[in-house]
């Protein structure tokens, strides 16, 4: 007989523990859709069921995808007649008919019946367009980020060209990233004797076909796993670490010059430029103050690395994505740095509690924990709209990011003052 337990009993969730199952982010596959409908000439398919299509349809076009998604109806009807894969091929058909079309990215989700789609049931090709499924359920890809990192690396299984000469001084950058650092990574990296950079994901489906004849990869953030597992299928060098701030930007640009065996002295020389320039920026513009980092981008741990070299002291970063070797680096450094917590697949319950212990100077954050701050009169930014979206790395980076924190950070009266009028 199959023992029953009660919810309150001890086996149920506590009631003081966040859960950790359910991400507390937007859905994930948000992060994928948002990479595939900006490449010219992919024309998404989603399949999933007509709740899951209109929540990500609107969220897809706020962030200006301007083409529309589409989708086989999947009401619960059509789920349990076991016209799944039938509905899909057929909107294939209708996306494949698209002026332009080039690539059919089919976007299976959450529920069951599409989530478990079997790949060889659906064309590989339908007119010039290529059709590549990319599986992003909740269940398994925990956040909108590393969801990303699904559509990268099924784009690249694909599409990326293995045949002909490697060009082994070029190198491909994953992330998406302030439109003015590609330059200033890319002039950077020249000066150092890389002939050539590719920017992944971006709008060109020609940069995914170059990507497989580059002669190193380099994610410049760290929830690009699945995109490195591929590169290393094969064989090409994969590059850690990040250009960000004093320390990492050296080490980066070392590990870059190694992996496409570029001239040392000429590394060398460059590096010690960079540094020389961010420091200066750190000498002409300490931070002081107590900063919390928490967000849900996956590159909190970077961000918080630069506001500790420039002064700032950050005891608490959370995010979203789960711990990961290509995250410890930035985790280690952080904690030898004084930082007490990192938390990796973060609840709201969490950051909240943080605020009690740290009462910080300034707070990045969720929507929802940046309103909590501001509540108790603490300067806080979202942390996606105002800190993600400026210029961040290398030195140019260093001085669009520091400037700005360095400025909210002398607002703290003005939020004291925004509570106290609210409060009266
Ligand atoms: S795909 Fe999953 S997480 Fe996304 S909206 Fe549908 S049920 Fe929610």
């Not at 992330?175 to 050539?196: C, K």
């Amino acid at each position: 007989m199959a023992e029953i337990i009660p919810l309150n009993g001890s086996n149920a969730p506590s009631q003081s523990a966040p859960c950790k199952l359910h991400p507390q982010s937007m859905c994930p596959a948000f992060g994928s859709l948002r990479i595939l409908t900006r490449i010219e000439g992919s024309h998404p398919v989603m399949a999933t069921d007509t709740g899951c299509l209109y929540g990500l349809t609107f969220v897809t076009h706020f962030y200006g995808a301007s083409k529309s998604i589409v989708a086989p109806t999947l009401g619960t009807a059509e789920l349990m007649s076991g016209q799944v894969v039938e509905g899909t091929r057929a909107a294939i058909d209708v996306a494949a008919k698209e002026p332009g079309a080039k690539l059919i990215p089919v976007v299976s989700l959450c529920v069951a019946e599409t989530a478990g789609m079997p790949e060889e049931l659906l064309p590989r090709k339908v007119g010039d367009a290529e059709v590549v499924l990319v599986r992003v359920p909740a269940y398994a890809i925990h956040s909108h980020p590393e969801a990303k990192d699904i559509a990268v690396a099924a784009l690249l299984n694909r599409l990326a060209e293995r045949e002909g000469a490697v060009n082994e001084k070029s190198v491909v950058l994953l992330g998406e990233v302030f439109p003015a650092d590609p330059l200033a990574i890319d002039a950077v990296l020249r000066r150092m004797g890389v002939s050539e950079t590719i920017f992944l994901p971006g709008r060109s489906l020609e940069d995914f076909r170059r990507a497989g004849r580059a002669g190193a990869l380099a994610p410049l953030h760290p929830f690009y796993k699945e995109s490195m597992n591929v590169a290393r299928t094969w064989g090409m060098p994969v590059v850690g670490g990040a250009p960000v701030g004093i320390t990492g930007t050296a080490a980066w640009l070392k590990s870059v010059g190694n992996a496409l065996k570029l001239n040392p002295e000429l590394v060398q020389q460059v590096i010690d430029e960079e540094r020389e320039k961010a420091q200066a920026i750190v000498t002409a513009r300490p931070l002081s103050g107590r900063v919390l980092v928490t967000g849900y981008e996956g590159t909190e741990l970077a961000y918080a690395r630069m506001l500790v070299e420039a002064g700032a002291e950050v005891p608490y970063v959370s995010t979203s994505i789960g711990q990961d070797p290509l995250v410890l680096p930035d985790e280690l450094w952080l904690k030898a740095h004084g930082t007490k917590e990192v938390v990796y697949r973060k609840a709201l319950e969490e950051d909240v509690s943080a605020l009690d212990r740290y009462q910080p100077d300034l707070v990045f954050g969720t929507t929802p924990f940046a309103s909590v701050a501001k509540e108790r009169g603490i300067p806080a930014m979202y942390f996606t709209n105002q800190l993600a979206s400026r210029p961040f790395f290398l030195s140019s980076g260093m001085t669009a990011t520091i400037d700005f924190v360095a400025g909210v950070l002398t607002k703290s009266d003005r939020y004291r003052w925004m509570q106290e009028f609210f409060a009266e």
